[in-house]
């Protein structure tokens, strides 16, 4: 790794990777401006001036925008989670300048043109549209809001069909003012790139950004609950869920690994169980997400109605077997699993932009290579079942949408869970 870093005056943060043999070069910016940072009467604002910035600046048109990228062979695209909202370019070497040029100019001069804001809120509210008829991914909104009620970090990234109508220019122009500071940010780039002439680039044009740190978001405090949404559905969609470990979390890597020892692969227990087994569901894994003060830690499955009831206590019962005697075979498996999916976010250019800004944003540093898979490396069997029995311990959180009345409550959840 060959990983600088560089901080401006106005405390804007520049970090790269140069990875050599590479001719392309992926850059970006990545803010801490994700969800969870907003207001009530702000919800869906991150994510819908993710949509207004390639809509016209005083420079450029949103044709310009897309043509003078695209006119070099590259492209450009941003993202919006629940804590950071990214903006990116992949181009040639030679054409990372121009790349920042074009960032720079969507991020300071965007004009939010009224006509262009109203063409791109009918676009979101068919975004909505398309959650409310993907139950798969419905179930997950329902899950966050489940395990933290009454905020922010549990709020859906999209918004609200209302909140989304209410937003003007002048809404927009006051939280690109409040969140878009340089405190706030991070530059990152990786592949065909020279440290010194980023900074140069970057430190010319994003001189207008504003000068200032970021107040924090409110502590997320997991509580658990239920969400269940019953629907006329071939399937249901099932979430069943826990409290995680944040970033920083000591145990934060062991989740992971006891993730993937449930329910990461088709060798998981889960997936053996249910699915190989039994043939109780269709879609059956577990996964942990870690945000920088708290974390999600859960299993989710597709099954038929008349499935639910056997499903729910065997998937149940591979939750509690693991923590109590997951096996050296298994652990090595699961470690195996989570060192190629870090190792792979090496190997790419836009990848790699992506996790080393992510790192600084959430770490305040870019850890290495060898710190990453020393973390994995380190992982006992005690390490990770304790991990997991303390995530098990934890209010359980249900999240269910279909022909759902045989789901277990968390309170049954949970009495399963004491009882395996």
């Not at 990372?96 to 009224?114: Q, R, V």
């Not at 809001?145 to 905020?151: E, G, K, L, V, Y």
């Not at 099932?238 to 145990?251: K, M, R, T």
């Not at 699993?337 to 540093?365: F, M, N, W, Y």
């Amino acid at each position: 790794m060959s990983v600088e870093i560089t901080t401006l005056p106005s405390g804007l943060r520049i970090v790269t990777d140069r990875m050599e043999h590479l001719e392309t070069a992926s850059l970006g910016v990545w803010v801490a401006a994700g969800s969870r940072y907003e207001r009530t009467d702000e919800h869906g604002l991150s994510h819908l001036l993710e949509h207004m910035a390639f809509k016209g600046t005083r420079r450029r048109s949103a044709r310009d925008i897309a043509e003078e990228i695209e006119t070099t062979g590259g492209d450009l695209n941003a993202a919006t989670s629940v804590e950071q909202t990214a903006y990116y370019a992949h181009v040639l070497a030679d054409d990372a300048p121009l790349a920042l040029d074009i960032l720079a100019d969507i991020l300071t001069e965007s004009t939010f043109d009224a006509a262009e804001l109203e063409r791109e809120k009918d676009v979101i509210l068919q975004e909505l549209g398309a959650v409310e008829d993907t139950p798969d991914d419905l179930v997950f909104d329902l899950f966050s809001a489940a395990a933290f009620p009454d905020q922010a970090i549990g709020w859906p990234i999209l918004g609200t069909p209302d909140h989304v109508r209410s937003f003007d220019r002048k809404r927009i122009a006051a939280y690109l003012e409040t969140r878009y500071r340089t405190g706030g940010m991070i530059i990152g780039a990786s592949g065909a790139v020279v440290h010194a002439q980023i900074v140069e680039a970057v430190a010319k044009t994003f001189a207008r950004l504003p000068v200032q740190r970021l107040e924090s978001a409110p502590p997320a405090r997991y509580i658990g609950g239920d969400r269940r949404l019953k629907r006329r559905l071939e399937q249901a969609h099932i979430v069943i869920g826990f409290e995680g470990a944040a970033y920083a979390d000591p145990e934060h890597y062991a989740l992971h690994v006891f993730a993937n020892a449930v329910g990461g692969g088709m060798s998981s227990r889960l997936f053996q169980e249910v699915r190989e087994k039994r043939g109780l569901a269709y879609a059956i894994n577990a996964f942990h997400w870690g945000y920088s003060d708290s974390g999600l830690f859960g299993i989710y499955a597709a099954t038929g109605a008349g499935q639910i009831a056997e499903l729910m206590p065997v998937a149940l019962d591979c939750l509690a077997q693991t923590a109590q005697d997951l096996t050296e075979a298994e652990l090595q498996r699961s470690k195996a699993q989570l060192k190629v999916a870090l190792l792979t976010g090496l190997e790419s250019p836009a990848a790699r932009a992506e996790q080393i800004a992510r790192q600084s944003l959430a770490l305040g540093r870019v850890l290495t290579r060898a710190e990453m898979i020393d973390k994995i490396d380190q992982l006992g069997i005690d390490d990770v079942r304790r991990a997991g029995a303390k995530a098990l311990r934890s209010a359980p959180t249900v999240a269910a949408v279909g022909p759902i009345g045989k789901v277990y409550s968390p309170d049954r959840v949970a009495e399963r869970l004491r009882t395996s």
